[in-house]
Antibody, heavy 113, light 107 residues
Framework: EVELVESGGGLVQPGGSLTLSCEVS????????MDWVRQVPGKGLEWVAN????????YYVDSVKGRFIISRDNAKNSLYLQMNSLRAEDTAVYYC??????WGRGTLVTVSS | DIQMTQSPSSLSASVGDRVTITCRAS??????LSWLQQRPGKAPKSLIY???RLQSGVPSKFSGSGSGTDFTLTISSLQPEDFATYYC?????????FGQGTKVEIK
């Protein structure tokens, strides 16, 4: 069974940093692009970033460029999102997704003082 | 960025009804479009990719059509478990963009 499990969310102060992790199982992780998507509670979905199978290509939405870094470790079947210089508007549930066709349950990030 | 506009934003329907949701892209995206379902408090679930191809395990009551800029999602006979919010998603170019969502509620 395909499974994606996010972790690392929590409460962080504005300007702070947080790293999200996504551990996957049930498929060949190294064969897929992987994405992060976020959702402000009660609002719509916003794509954040994705990364190619071998990590050589990465793309970001403009609002996080220069602050967030997506990475992966194919040996550990894990995807990461390093989030720096966090702002209140980054508060959201962050979903890990396999090429936007299979999704994890999400982890909540709250940026507040 | 490609803007995705869904209509309606919400609708009320009864069990057994046929429901159609539309999505319009601000520029042509060929058939690089998915439809997702999100039940309250749950993660999104992909229903359709490439505009009309059903994801594995998704019931055939869901169907998608369209190409270029105009797309539709149809639910042939609404069941209680189908009351949810539906999103379209374009993956033709970066950044990937979603429609604003269509909330399907019980009449």
């Amino acid at each position: 069974e395909v499974e994606l499990v996010e972790s690392g969310g929590g409460l962080v102060q504005p300007g702070g940093s947080l790293t999200l992790s996504c551990e996957v199982s049930g498929f060949t992780f190294s064969s897929y692009w992987m994405d992060w998507v976020r959702q402000v509670p009660g609002k719509g979905l916003e794509w954040v970033a994705n990364i190619k199978q071998d990590g050589t290509e990465k793309y970001y939405v403009d609002s996080v460029k220069g602050r967030f870094i997506i990475s992966r470790d194919n040996a550990k079947n894990s995807l990461y999102l390093q989030m720096n210089s966090l702002r209140a508007e980054d508060t959201a549930v962050y979903y890990c997704s396999r090429s936007l066709d299979v999704w994890g349950r999400g982890t909540l990030v709250t940026v507040s003082s | 960025d490609i803007q995705m506009t869904q209509s309606p934003s919400s609708l009320s329907a009864s069990v057994g009804d046929r429901v159609t949701i539309t999505c319009r892209a601000s520029q042509g995206i060929s058939n690089d479009l998915s439809w997702l379902q999100q039940r309250p408090g749950k993660a999104p679930k992909s229903l359709i990719y490439a505009a009309s191809r059903l994801q594995s395990g998704v019931p055939s009551k869901f169907s998608g059509s369209g190409s270029g800029t105009d797309f539709t999602l149809t639910i042939s006979s609404l069941q209680p478990e189908d009351f949810a919010t539906y999103y379209c998603l374009q993956y033709k170019s970066y950044p990937r963009t979603f429609g604003q969502g269509t909330k399907v509620e019980i009449k």
